[in-house]
């Protein structure tokens, strides 16, 4: 039976000072999102911003830890459509971090492979996933999201023997799925 995968991983002091500089900035420039951007530098310092490379981070919720938000442009969160340009304290953690790994690579004196490494990427394939899409008739449809490759998902319904491919524009991400080993 899969578990969900839960783990704490504090980033490293350079990543939170640099981390506080780029939130001081993002405060600066806007003044009326600034309980967003404190609660979204909460969640970047926690280690709960989970980045794949491609541009999508799955980032942590605060209120219920076992649950993870899609990043990649837009949030799935509840929030997000009530923030301005739906910038939530998710698309802010993600912002925050990225920013700051980017700052850290460009002033770097060391090596790509001597700057330091907040923390590994989860290696999650399956999430429990949402699907609204054509196949669904637009209605959603609640079920097993695997990542095939960036930007491509096979979705099992939770209750039919069928699956079909998605974009992540289809599907609202949970939990990761951590599958047992054999």
Known sequence: ??????????????????LDRIRQQALAQYPKEAARITRG????VRGDVHLDGHG??????????????????H?????????????CKHRWAKSLFVQTLTYLAQHSTLPIEGLPTPYAFPRWTKYEATY?????GGEPVNGIAELLEPGLFVFWPADKRT??????HEVALGPGIEEAEV
């Open 132 to 136: 609204q899409g054509p196949e669904s």
């Open 41 to 44: 530098h909460a969640i970047a």
């Open 163 to 168: 699956c079909w491919h998605c974009a992540y």
């Open 56 to 73: 999508l981070a799955t980032v942590q919720s605060q209120q219920r830890p076992e649950s993870w938000y899609t990043v990649n442009g």
């Open 75 to 87: 949030c799935t969160c509840p929030d997000a459509s009530r923030a301005p340009q739906g910038r």
């Open 1 to 18: 039976m899969p578990t969900l995968l839960q783990t704490e991983q504090p980033v490293n002091e350079s990543v939170i000072q640099t």
